[in-house]
């Protein structure tokens, strides 16, 4: 699979990587500062495996390596590859994202960073395989990430998805103008920008997160084949003589998703095809897009508050769910 041979390849590169991994989270909290538990491992800490420690810069052509990195070292603690039905994967990727990004939905992946394959999708002119996501707390100033490391067959592409209250082509400029300032700062040279660019690269943006967005959701249609009931989970570490280990698996675990909605779908799509050829006038089934749900809670007389949901993708004109 094409995420454990990006595995093996990271391993033999930076073959020390593992060890210090280790002994940061050891030392989290004490000799180093404390970070929210919804991020595996700051950037920074992948940025020092990277420099090999001790005040050492990253070379600017290696700089692209603190995000391989950490997505690809995150993601070996749990291994797991999620791996849409046609059918779910079609409607999901369709879903378009209007308005502000549901950024703390985003906050909700089921494991530290997940592999979402990604078939027969083109990212800016080359093929994707598919793409790892994770989260990241910056040190210097807090601000959450969703990191992105696209499978593509040219590259690893790292690409930092800034969240907050605001809209794809927000988060991308926000991510072009940090990388103009680091470029003035490490690299000593201007960022040239195009913005045809920069909205090209939010279009792609778009059906990736709305594959995220469902995996992220309350009930997500999530199965292992092998296990029959089981769910994606963050990794835990173990107790031994040593102190806390963290152990990956031995192998990757592939997590179907949308299964029985997609039957659903298929079938509900049939009996629409068939009351088409008798003449019948029926909606094609589909799914509705993902969207926001806004409300007000709290006593008629009191204070009240609005709250926003984000609601998952419904099917509509199909069978009842069970």
């Given at each position: 699979m094409r995420p454990s041979n990006h595995l093996v390849a990271a391993s033999r590169l930076y073959p020390g990587a593992w060890k210090q991994v280790e002994r940061m989270l050891a030392n989290r909290g004490s000799s180093l500062p404390d970070w929210p538990k919804w991020c595996f491992l700051p950037m920074a800490g992948w940025y020092a495996i990277v420099s090999g420690g001790g005040g050492n810069r990253v070379p600017p052509h290696m700089i692209a390596d603190v995000g391989r990195l950490a997505a690809i070292g995150t993601w070996r603690y749990s291994q797991g590859i999620y791996r849409f039905t046609t059918e779910m994967y079609q409607a999901i990727a369709d879903t378009g994202l209007r308005g502000n990004l549901p950024s703390d939905v985003l906050m909700r992946l089921p494991e530290w960073c997940v592999y979402v394959e990604t078939p027969d999708r083109i990212w800016l002119g080359t093929h994707l395989y598919g793409i790892w996501a994770h989260l990241e707390s910056d040190a210097n100033d807090g601000r959450r990430e969703l990191r992105l490391l696209l499978d593509t067959e040219d590259a690893l592409i790292p690409i930092p998805v800034h969240l907050g209250d605001w809209t794809v082509e927000e988060a991308v400029t926000r991510m072009i103008n940090e990388t103009a300032r680091q470029s003035v700062v490490h690299l000593k040279r201007p960022f040239l920008r195009d913005v045809a660019t920069d909205m090209q690269i939010a279009d792609a943006l778009r059906p990736l997160i709305s594959l995220l967005l469902y995996l992220c959701s309350d009930e997500p249609e999530i199965d292992d084949d092998r296990e029959?009931?089981?769910?994606?989970?963050?990794?835990?570490?173990?107790?031994?003589?040593?102190?806390?280990?963290?152990?990956?698996?031995?192998?990757?675990?592939?997590?179907?998703?949308?299964?029985?909605?997609?039957?659903?779908?298929?079938?509900?799509r049939q009996a629409a095809e068939r009351s088409t050829s008798t003449g019948q006038r029926t909606l094609t089934p589909h799914i509705r897009r993902a969207h926001w749900h806004g409300f007000w809670t709290g006593p008629l007389d009191g204070p009240r508050r609005f709250s926003y949901h984000w609601l998952p993708p419904i099917l509509v004109s199909g069978r009842a769910p069970e």
């Open positions: 029959p009931g089981a769910f994606p989970a963050q990794p835990h570490p173990r107790k031994t003589k040593q102190g806390l280990r963290w152990f990956p698996p031995d192998r990757p675990r592939i997590w179907t998703v949308g299964g029985k909605m997609a039957v659903r779908l298929r079938e509900a």
